[in-house]
């Protein structure tokens, strides 16, 4: 056979998580036809001697449903090794639609995802009725394969309207949900993800319409997915608690489908939290159930101003300045007595995401020169420094440049012994990315490139092998129907080069440049 490429001499990592091995891959038609020692030629070859072979990586939890649609390449996704997304997590998506509903599903998207409005307003056409419709739009027209859930929050303002944010559902309105969908199944959703986080709200403060549903209703959502013994339900029911792992159990074990649930992460607030999670969890894989909590390779990073800002929005004096027009907000900044509520908030001993450490939040940019003396300073260090109180010397700092100072703060992450054995537990499945979202405040997608780097290079908690097998085969075992991706089968994948000895260089290769022929929509019935 001739080829159209030739890696060789590379070590194939396949995917599988076996021992690597020194082999040729060809490609042939944009897909890896051969793995061997190939004796044919090619019109390209590519020496890989010295370097690492695998799969493209699978990022499966994304925010990528409207950009995709201006950005067909979902640019950071391959710079980051990644060749295939799933769409539609946290229970949003643009489809299905009702004419007259958009202005309700952008303001979800808005809020919980930090998308600009004027992007969405611009960006996307509303050109589809159904989630099958709107996958349409990307048949021949994308450079990564794309999938993506149907989302619980279209879904409820489809039959209920906007009403949807403010009561339950009747059961002749769920019956019309179970009908939207078995449609959007059958039109290629590869499962369905809900959303029942507390501190997700719309862009005008109303919770999310998801949030408005009960046990009942969720359930009778998912048999859909048992009945069609097929699809994956993605689920976030906000601040982790350990009484969710029975609800978690028993969804699993009502649908047998896999159950992905946010998140699994060492947090300042809650230390010790993560390992009740992964004690919680085990018991349910025991049973024969499959419930993966979702985890980082990083700390998860906010940058922010008092301007944009959603790090406190679990306090409710903080939430409602929030919504306050700018400058009314500065007023009440200013105002002891709100600053004395916002002390009662933070003092409020309940369990919060938001850790309450001042020595973590730090000035990251000052707008004004004389200012520059705080930056890389932690809150605590900033208050030393000015002789006040930290939430004082926090508000006065942000007044004094008309809210424009950028925060850093983590809330997650940091302890790297917790880190590293939550990455390595079995039940876990590595990739928050969040891509397409909160641009302005993070940027959480290049997790594969650093699990290589921190993880497997550096801190050595697990082989070169178990980390693409958890990129890749892992990942596609949960959400299928992706091609199982592995170098040992015929794929239509770039797969990235990397090097292990040294910096992480992540390339697409095994395609040369994406076009239709290389990519596709991944859809549920082209399942074999």
């Known amino acids: 056979m001739a080829y159209d490429l030739i890696i060789r001499g590379g070590r194939v990592v396949d995917g599988s998580g076996l021992p690597s091995y020194v082999a040729d891959v060809g490609v042939k038609d944009g897909k890896i036809a051969e793995v061997g020692r190939l004796k044919d030629g090619a019109a390209r070859t590519i ?10 990586f699978i990022d499966h939890h994304t925010h990528l449903d409207a950009q995709m649609l201006w950005d067909p390449y979902g640019t950071c996704e391959p710079q980051h090794g990644v060749t295939t997304v799933v769409m539609g997590n946290c229970g949003l998506t643009l489809a299905p639609i009702k004419k007259g ?5 952008v303001k979800s998207f808005v809020r919980v995802e930090a998308i600009p409005r004027h ?4 960006g996307v056409k509303w050109n589809w009725h159904s989630y099958g419709e709107y996958l349409d739009n990307f048949e021949g027209k994308v450079g990564i394969n794309v999938g993506g859930l149907v989302g619980h929050i279209a879904v409820r303002h489809n039959v209920m309207g906007e009403e949807a944010v403010e009561r339950k559902a009747s059961g002749a309105e769920v019956q019309k949900m179970r009908g939207l969908i078995l449609e959007a199944m059958e039109g290629g959703a590869l499962g369905m993800s809900t959303n029942r986080n507390e501190r997700h709200m719309r862009e005008d403060g109303k919770p999310v319409a998801s949030r408005l549903a009960d046990d009942e209703e969720l359930f009778a959502l998912c048999d859909v997915l048992a009945g069609r013994n097929a699809g994956v339900i993605e689920t976030i029911l906000g601040r982790n608690k350990i009484e969710h792992f029975e609800f978690y159990h028993e969804l699993a074990k009502r649908t047998q489908r896999p159950v992905l649930w946010q998140s699994l992460q060492h947090r300042w607030a ?14 349910i894989f ?3 159930y499959q419930a993966y909590g979702l985890s980082h390779t990083v700390p998860l990073v906010r940058h922010f101003t008092l301007k944009e800002c959603q790090v406190f929005d679990e306090f409710p004096t903080w939430k409602n300045l929030m919504f306050l027009p700018v400058e009314v907000r500065k007023q009440a900044f200013a105002d002891p007595d709100t600053r004395r509520k916002m002390r009662a908030d933070l003092a409020d001993p309940r369990p919060a995401n938001f850790h309450r450490r001042w020595d973590i939040p730090r000035v990251e940019k000052v707008m ?3 200012n520059q003396k705080y930056v890389g300073k932690n809150i605590a260090e900033l208050a030393a420094m000015r002789n006040q109180d930290p939430l004082d010397a926090f508000l006065d700092l942000s007044l004094d440049e008309d809210l424009g100072t950028i925060f850093w703060n983590a809330n997650n992450g940091g302890d790297w012994n917790a880190m590293g054995e939550i990455l390595r537990s079995p039940y876990v499945l590595v990739g928050t990315s969040d891509a397409g979202a909160h641009v302005q405040f993070g940027a959480d997608f290049g997790y594969g490139t650093i699990l290589l780097a921190l993880w497997v290079r550096e801190r050595q908690v697990m082989s070169l092998e178990q980390a693409i097998h958890k990129l890749t085969l892992k990942i596609a075992a949960c959400c299928g129907p992706v091609t199982p991706p592995t170098l040992r089968s015929s794929i239509q994948r770039p797969s990235p080069r990397t090097n292990p000895n040294g910096p992480t260089i992540i390339r697409r290769t095994a395609s040369g440049s994406f076009n239709a022929q290389s990519v596709c929509t991944i859809r549920s019935s082209t399942a074999a």
């Open 270 to 283: 809650e230390p010790n939290l993560w390992r009740e999670q992964l004690n919680a969890v085990e018991p």
């Open 119 to 122: 992007a969405l307003e611009q």
């Open 47 to 56: 020496d890989a001697a010295g370097l690492a072979v695998a799969p493209g």
């Open 101 to 105: 509903d958009e202005d309700a599903i």
């Open 368 to 370: 004004k020169p004389e």
């Open 286 to 288: 025991k049973a024969g």
